[in-house]
Protein backbone atom coordinates (compact mmCIF):
# COMPACT_ATOMS: atom_id res chain seq x y z
CA UNK A 1 0.00 0.00 0.00
CA UNK A 2 1.44 3.19 -1.00
CA UNK A 3 1.07 6.44 1.51
CA UNK A 4 -1.98 8.59 0.31
CA UNK A 5 0.31 11.35 -0.96
CA UNK A 6 2.93 9.09 -2.60
CA UNK A 7 0.34 8.05 -4.76
CA UNK A 8 -0.21 11.69 -5.87
CA UNK A 9 3.22 12.19 -6.24
CA UNK A 10 3.70 9.48 -8.58
CA UNK A 11 1.16 10.37 -10.71
CA UNK A 12 2.44 13.93 -11.17
CA UNK A 13 5.71 12.06 -12.26
CA UNK A 14 4.15 9.79 -14.22
CA UNK A 15 2.05 12.75 -16.37
CA UNK A 16 5.04 14.74 -16.63
CA UNK A 17 7.00 11.69 -17.82
CA UNK A 18 3.78 11.65 -20.68
CA UNK A 19 4.00 14.90 -21.62
CA UNK A 20 7.82 14.55 -22.61
CA UNK A 21 6.75 10.85 -24.45
CA UNK A 22 4.02 13.17 -26.58
CA UNK A 23 7.12 15.58 -27.53
CA UNK A 24 9.14 13.48 -28.20
CA UNK A 25 6.66 12.49 -30.51
CA UNK A 26 5.86 8.44 -29.00
CA UNK A 27 1.90 9.07 -28.68
CA UNK A 28 1.63 5.88 -27.85
CA UNK A 29 3.78 5.55 -24.78
CA UNK A 30 2.21 9.26 -23.35
CA UNK A 31 -1.11 7.65 -23.92
CA UNK A 32 -0.18 4.67 -22.02
CA UNK A 33 1.40 6.67 -18.98
CA UNK A 34 -1.21 8.95 -18.83
CA UNK A 35 -3.46 5.91 -17.85
CA UNK A 36 -1.04 4.65 -15.49
CA UNK A 37 -1.27 8.52 -14.14
CA UNK A 38 -4.90 7.82 -14.06
CA UNK A 39 -4.63 4.51 -12.31
CA UNK A 40 -2.50 6.70 -9.83
CA UNK A 41 -5.50 9.35 -9.08
CA UNK A 42 -8.41 6.69 -8.87
CA UNK A 43 -5.92 4.44 -5.99
CA UNK A 44 -5.73 8.28 -4.25
CA UNK A 45 -9.62 8.49 -3.96
CA UNK A 46 -10.68 4.39 -3.68
CA UNK A 47 -8.26 2.67 -1.55
CA UNK A 48 -6.76 -1.02 -2.76
CA UNK A 49 -7.05 -2.07 0.35
CA UNK A 50 -10.37 -0.56 1.06
CA UNK A 51 -11.22 -2.33 -2.39
CA UNK A 52 -9.66 -5.30 -1.75
CA UNK A 53 -11.64 -5.56 2.26
CA UNK A 54 -15.31 -4.85 0.23
CA UNK A 55 -14.54 -7.37 -2.16
CA UNK A 56 -13.93 -10.02 0.61
CA UNK A 57 -17.02 -8.69 2.45
CA UNK A 58 -19.01 -9.23 -0.63
CA UNK A 59 -18.25 -13.26 -0.62
CA UNK A 60 -18.98 -12.88 2.77
CA UNK A 61 -15.63 -13.96 3.88
CA UNK A 62 -15.31 -11.81 7.29
CA UNK A 63 -12.02 -13.38 8.17
CA UNK A 64 -10.83 -12.44 4.65
CA UNK A 65 -12.30 -8.81 5.63
CA UNK A 66 -10.68 -8.32 8.54
CA UNK A 67 -6.54 -9.81 7.38
CA UNK A 68 -6.91 -6.56 4.59
CA UNK A 69 -8.94 -4.15 7.54
CA UNK A 70 -5.29 -5.22 9.76
CA UNK A 71 -3.35 -4.28 7.34
CA UNK A 72 -4.57 -0.25 7.88
CA UNK A 73 -2.56 0.61 10.99
CA UNK A 74 -3.22 4.34 11.12
CA UNK A 75 -6.55 5.15 9.10
CA UNK A 76 -6.11 8.75 9.96
CA UNK A 77 -2.80 8.62 8.31
CA UNK A 78 -3.44 6.70 5.76
CA UNK A 79 -6.95 7.59 4.40
CA UNK A 80 -8.85 10.23 2.87
CA UNK A 81 -11.58 11.06 5.33
CA UNK A 82 -14.38 9.19 2.78
CA UNK A 83 -11.88 6.50 3.03
CA UNK A 84 -11.84 6.35 6.93
CA UNK A 85 -15.54 6.23 7.15
CA UNK A 86 -15.83 3.58 5.40
CA UNK A 87 -12.87 2.11 7.30
CA UNK A 88 -14.73 2.54 10.01
CA UNK A 89 -18.05 1.04 8.90
CA UNK A 90 -16.54 -1.98 8.08
CA UNK A 91 -14.47 -2.59 11.58
CA UNK A 92 -18.18 -2.47 13.14
CA UNK A 93 -19.84 -4.63 10.79
CA UNK A 94 -16.67 -7.14 11.85
CA UNK A 95 -17.48 -6.27 15.47
CA UNK A 96 -21.55 -6.26 15.46
CA UNK A 97 -22.09 -10.07 16.40
CA UNK A 98 -19.08 -9.68 18.97
CA UNK A 99 -18.90 -6.38 20.52
CA UNK A 100 -22.01 -4.40 19.95
CA UNK A 101 -21.10 -1.56 22.27
CA UNK A 102 -17.13 -1.29 20.02
CA UNK A 103 -19.35 -1.72 17.08
CA UNK A 104 -22.20 1.11 18.11
CA UNK A 105 -18.99 3.55 18.30
CA UNK A 106 -17.55 3.14 15.44
CA UNK A 107 -21.15 2.95 13.14
CA UNK A 108 -21.75 6.59 14.73
CA UNK A 109 -17.85 7.33 14.16
CA UNK A 110 -18.34 6.70 10.55
CA UNK A 111 -21.63 8.46 10.16
CA UNK A 112 -20.00 11.11 11.86
CA UNK A 113 -17.34 11.36 9.55
CA UNK A 114 -19.42 11.07 6.63
CA UNK A 115 -20.60 7.86 4.53
CA UNK A 116 -21.19 8.88 1.26
CA UNK A 117 -23.98 6.53 0.15
CA UNK A 118 -27.63 6.58 0.99
CA UNK A 119 -27.48 2.73 1.13
CA UNK A 120 -24.44 2.51 3.54
CA UNK A 121 -26.18 5.17 5.55
CA UNK A 122 -29.17 3.42 6.30
CA UNK A 123 -27.78 0.07 6.73
CA UNK A 124 -25.15 1.78 9.48
CA UNK A 125 -28.79 3.33 10.84
CA UNK A 126 -30.35 -0.06 11.00
CA UNK A 127 -27.69 -2.06 12.60
CA UNK A 128 -27.65 1.19 14.99
CA UNK A 129 -31.60 0.56 15.51
CA UNK A 130 -30.98 -2.80 15.76
CA UNK A 131 -27.88 -2.13 18.67
CA UNK A 132 -30.48 0.55 20.66
CA UNK A 133 -33.13 -2.01 20.21
CA UNK A 134 -31.62 -4.89 22.27
CA UNK A 135 -30.10 -2.46 24.65
CA UNK A 136 -33.67 -1.40 25.34
CA UNK A 137 -33.68 2.18 24.19
CA UNK A 138 -37.01 1.87 21.70
CA UNK A 139 -37.27 5.35 20.79
CA UNK A 140 -33.74 5.67 19.42
CA UNK A 141 -34.57 2.38 18.05
CA UNK A 142 -37.68 3.70 16.13
CA UNK A 143 -36.27 6.83 15.22
CA UNK A 144 -33.11 5.34 13.32
CA UNK A 145 -35.53 2.86 11.92
CA UNK A 146 -37.32 5.87 10.53
CA UNK A 147 -34.65 7.27 8.94
CA UNK A 148 -32.89 4.04 7.66
CA UNK A 149 -36.40 3.63 5.61
CA UNK A 150 -36.40 6.92 4.11
CA UNK A 151 -32.88 6.87 3.24
CA UNK A 152 -33.55 3.20 1.41
CA UNK A 153 -34.45 4.57 -1.89
CA UNK A 154 -34.13 1.06 -4.15
CA UNK A 155 -36.15 -0.82 -1.09
CA UNK A 156 -32.89 -2.94 -0.51
CA UNK A 157 -33.28 -3.27 3.40
CA UNK A 158 -37.28 -3.41 3.16
CA UNK A 159 -37.83 -6.88 5.11
CA UNK A 160 -35.20 -6.25 7.94
CA UNK A 161 -37.14 -2.52 8.37
CA UNK A 162 -40.28 -4.60 8.67
CA UNK A 163 -39.02 -7.44 10.94
CA UNK A 164 -37.09 -5.03 13.04
CA UNK A 165 -40.74 -3.30 13.82
CA UNK A 166 -42.17 -6.54 14.30
CA UNK A 167 -39.98 -7.40 17.08
CA UNK A 168 -39.86 -3.95 18.30
CA UNK A 169 -43.65 -4.72 18.92
CA UNK A 170 -43.13 -7.53 20.70
CA UNK A 171 -41.01 -5.62 23.15
Same mark, same amino acid.
Given at each position: MF /??????????????????????????NGILLLLLAGIFVFLYFK????????????KQNMEGTAKWLDKIKKPEMALITSQQAYFYYLQAILLAQKNMTQSE? =?? +? +?????????? /?? !????? =????? !?????RRKREATTLLNEAKKLDKHGMLTDQIKMMKDQMKRM
Open positions: /HKYLKLVLAAGVTVLAVLQFIDENIGNEILLLAFLQMRK =LF +K +KALGIGLRMN /HD !IAMAK =LNLAG !IAMSK
